[in-house]
């Protein structure tokens, strides 16, 4: 008997449908990119649990023909390329065919649509793999795709979606990214029957950015518009010094497609370092223009990622583009060093020769110690002492001890991350955060995700001693924050908590938003700490209930054993 075998279309076609749609999401993403490729100046989203319920996107775009829309089912059909040379001069969003083939065959469909030619347009329904029926209805110019009960054929598939806060949330990144590359096109998103934006369309990409993220954001953000020949970096990103708190607001556009690529992003980052405060990440709103020819966005089923043919040239000129906008803004010039500078001196090294020039390295100067120089030689046995002797800080981040197994090397912003952790769980256990009432309410805006967690987290944060309240659209004001902060951090921190994470049960939630408090309020890495504080840090840090892992999960500290030590000084 054959071992290989055809697998039936009916299986086929829904393992092809799980390399493109994934989750509500994946859906949402093919369907407003066929709209934007239908030139639709305005797409309104309606979903309904997340999207695992119902999926609705209508457009306005040039819509389709009855005997178009009855092979829009069919698997590669499309009407974004003719010849196999189209392959390499792609300019669409979508173009393989198989975005409503894959959707229709994990779910219930209803398309209308209507090209405008004739009075009437057309409905198609489907169930999975099978069609229910084609009739003529009256329908405006444009496409409405309505999918709901998203693998509903598949139940393996559909438990393992998350949940309906989850998965809107993923929706909202992605309408919020796809809108800044369209600032002409209205989108709109409905959920139940709650409107989460609605963003008319404006003449420029910095009124979208205004839109979606507010003012705040926008002042901090420098424009950016460089060109060589017919490639073309523009768009705004980080004024300096001033800058991000992580890297979540990087959004980088290849030809108009969203992209998460690590050639850009690290050229990115690269470009900035320098000339940020620090422990600070640059925001970007920027649009690579690269000729079609030279960029394949073939390289996965979703088109989630791109491939550049030199993408050593993109790495330059994106770093050319950045440095040089910088150093013609005013002032800074004058205020950051040049990057032959940084490249001749790494922070490392400095620090080594500011050292050297005090005569000791730093975890052996007495004067920081305030012990005398034999202090530093006192035999270990003649010590009561319950943990680690500290002997001094190294590059002025991490802190060294001995014991009698060897020498330990502690991360101090990782182990005061240990050690205010369980602090703050004291604390919260007590219900007893102490709090401070801002002189004036510290205003910000939220996007539309930072909205819906922080609706979704509300009581959450008010134990956690935050008390916002909204001001009228997308703007707030902290009126009372945790005593342990100044009031210039209260914000930062507070918007930093409302950065949604994976599905979480509401104990964990409150772990992470602990460990995150605990991170912002730690000492730094670079941080110059007195003998007195390094000790007690130790001290506080043998006191818990892990002294090897920080809240996040990283090591505090590597032990080098004492036979190793001996070993290879050669004394065993």
């Known amino acids: 008997m054959k071992k290989i ?7 086929s076609q829904k393992i092809a449908a799980g390399e493109v749609i994934e989750r509500p999401f994946s859906v949402v993403k093919e369907l ?33 023909s009855q005997e178009d829309a009855k092979i829009c089912f069919e698997r590669h059909s499309t009407s974004k390329i003719q010849s196999i040379k189209d392959l390499s001069l792609i300019s669409t969003l979508g173009f393989r065919g198989e975005a409503l083939p894959s959707i229709s065959a994990v779910s219930r469909v209803i398309l209308k649509t209507s090209d405008g030619k004739d009075e009437k347009g057309t409905l198609i329904e489907k169930e999975g793999d099978k069609l229910i029926g084609t009739s003529d209805i009256a329908f405006p110019l444009g496409t409405s795709v309505e999918v709901r009960d998203l693998f509903f054929n598949l139940p393996a598939r559909e438990k393992f979606l998350r949940s309906d806060r989850s998965e809107l949330n993923l929706i909202v990144k992605f309408l919020t990214y796809i809108s800044i590359a ?47 020949d017919e490639r073309q970096l ?10 991000h708190r992580d890297r979540t607001l990087q959004l980088l556009y290849v030809n108009k497609r969203p992209v998460r690529d690590r050639t850009l992003l690290a050229a990115l980052n690269q470009a900035y370092r320098g000339f940020l405060e620090k422990d600070r990440f640059p925001e970007s709103f920027l649009f690579l223009s690269w000729p079609y020819s030279d960029v394949d966005i073939n390289v996965h089923p979703a088109k989630a990622e791109v491939r550049f043919k030199d993408s050593r040239a993109v790495f330059q000129l994106v770093i050319r583009s950045i440095e040089q906008t910088i150093l013609k803004e005013k002032g800074i010039k004058q205020i950051y060093p ?7 001196f790494r922070e490392e090294e400095k620090r080594s020769l500011r050292i050297e020039e005090k005569g000791a390295p730093a975890f ?3 004067e920081e110690r305030r012990l005398e120089w034999k202090d530093l030689f006192t035999p270990l046995e ?6 680690p002797r500290v002997l001094g800080q190294y590059l002025d981040t991490y802190i060294v001890a001995s014991s009698e197994e060897g020498v330990l090397i502690v991360d101090q912003h990782n182990a005061h991350e240990r050690v205010l952790f369980e602090k703050y769980e004291e604390i919260d256990k007590k219900k007893k955060w102490p709090q401070k009432l801002a002189l004036l309410p510290i205003l910000f805006e939220l996007s539309p995700s930072q909205l819906l967690s922080f609706e979704n987290n509300q009581a959450l944060l008010e134990e956690a001693g935050f008390r916002a309240e909204a001001m009228g659209g997308q703007s707030f004001a902290l009126k009372e924050y945790p005593d342990i902060f100044k009031e210039e951090e209260a914000k930062d921190i507070f918007i930093s908590l409302l950065e949604e994470k994976k599905e979480e049960q509401i104990e964990d939630k409150k772990k992470r938003l602990l460990a995150t408090l605990a991170c912002k309020t730690a000492v730094k890495a670079g941080q110059v700490l007195s003998f007195e504080k390094m000790n007690y840090l130790v001290e506080e840090l043998f006191k818990t209930s892990n002294s090897a892992l920080c809240p996040h999960g990283r090591p505090i500290m590597v032990k080098i054993e004492k036979n190793e030590i001996e070993r290879g000084l050669k004394r065993n």
């Open 182 to 228: 369209y600032p002409e096109v209205r989108f709109s998103l409905i959920h139940g029957k709650r409107q989460v934006f609605d963003y008319p369309p404006v003449s420029s990409l910095k009124e979208r950015i205004f839109q979606v993220f507010g003012k705040s954001l926008l002042e901090r953000l420098l424009e950016i518009d460089y060109k060589e």
């Open 338 to 344: 040049s990057k032959e500078e940084e490249m001749g």
């Open 234 to 243: 523009y768009g705004y990103a980080s004024l300096p010094p001033s800058g």
């Open 364 to 366: 052996l100067r007495a």
């Open 382 to 387: 003649k010590r009561e002492e319950t943990c």
């Open 5 to 11: 075998i055809l697998l039936p279309p009916e299986i």
């Open 32 to 64: 407003v990119e066929n709209s934007l490729d239908a030139a639709a100046s305005e797409i309104k989203v309606e979903l309904l649990s997340g999207g695992k319920k119902l999926v609705r996107v209508t457009d306005n775009g040039h819509g389709m």
